[in-house]
């Protein structure tokens, strides 16, 4: 289907919104429902026949004087606002090139570049790029974590407000949380540029900045990041990190003022069950915990 013209269709009252929708349950037409909200609030002046023919027939037959007629200002104000509208939707239907792909909590998902290369976007993430434009300047927005796999070709550069990378085509998984930047290479060379200086990586090496402090570390063998198997793994991770990455798996808000979060950790949590993975983190860390609802506290042994 064409969606230009079923979206004309939808102007001559052909197809309902609806329809268009159930075509295309990928793309945002919310500016369409607003433009079909004000042009609801426009009515066609109502005309008495019966009236009209009398004083037409009543009419002499001479030359008028040309009346001026007052333009109501309400009328004024609707007929902008449908212009505004249009105007907008129009932006939003024909010119605007941006893609974006967003996960909420305990949530991936899949998807092909146009070039197709592929992206796992972790959970609590968000990535955009202008697909109209991708051809000729293969670059994205990041706001989270992803694994990319990317096909050779030209340059392809990922931003995050941490630092940006570049490849020309291999696999690679790049986090950026707040205070917190890791890129790992599985495959290729990778290129990474941020405040600290410019590295290029390769397969089994790590770039980690945390709270602005480049973080050296050992050389890993993985094939692919352990959260793609629904698990997180931490190699001397600040607790406080890896607190965030348990509220971005599961739905709740962890409170550990009572903890030291800078404290060290190193394994891994699962994906699937929230108590062993409240347990994974606090019993190597000789912590304890209490679930109250959505909300869990973090405790030393002492203290309970």
């Known amino acids: 289907m064409n969606k230009e013209n079923d979206i004309l269709k939808w102007f001559e009252g052909e197809i309902s919104l609806e329809d268009i929708k159930k075509s295309y349950p990928n793309e945002d037409f919310s500016s369409l429902e607003k433009l079909g909200f004000y042009s609801k ?9 019966q009236k009209a023919l009398a004083e037409f027939k009543s009419r ?81 927005e990041l706001d989270g974590e992803a694994f990319f796999k990317v096909t050779k070709g030209e340059k392809f550069t990922v931003h995050t407000d941490a630092g940006s990378i570049q490849v020309l085509g291999t696999q690679f998984n790049v986090k950026e949380r707040e205070n917190y930047f890791e890129v790992k290479c599985y495959e290729g060379s990778v290129s990474v540029s941020s405040n600290q200086g410019k590295v290029v990586l390769k397969p089994g090496k790590t770039f980690r900045v945390v709270n602005g402090e480049i973080i050296p570390l050992k050389d890993f063998n993985a094939k692919n990041p352990s959260w793609l198997a629904k698990e997180s793994s931490f190699d001397n991770v600040p607790l406080w990190q890896v607190i965030n990455e348990l509220e971005a798996q599961y739905d709740i808000l962890i409170n550990a003022e009572n903890v030291n979060t800078s404290e060290l950790f190193s394994g891994s949590f699962t994906h699937t069950d929230k108590n062993i993975a409240l347990q994974s983190v606090t019993i190597p860390l000789k912590l304890s915990y209490k679930i109250n609802g959505k909300k869990v506290e973090f405790y030393n042994y002492e203290s309970n």
């Open 60 to 140: 002499k037959l001479r030359k008028q004087e040309p009346k001026v007629i007052p333009l109501n200002f309400q009328t004024f104000l609707k007929i902008a606002a449908v212009l505004v509208v249009m105007l907008t939707s129009s932006y939003f239907l024909f010119f605007n090139n941006t893609k974006s792909f967003e996960t909420q909590i305990a949530q991936t998902e899949t998807f092909n570049l146009p070039d197709n290369s592929e992206v796992i976007l972790n959970a609590q993430s968000k990535l955009s790029f202008n697909k109209k434009e991708w051809k000729e300047n293969r670059t994205l």
């Open 41 to 49: 609030q426009l009515e066609a002046p109502k005309v008495d026949a």
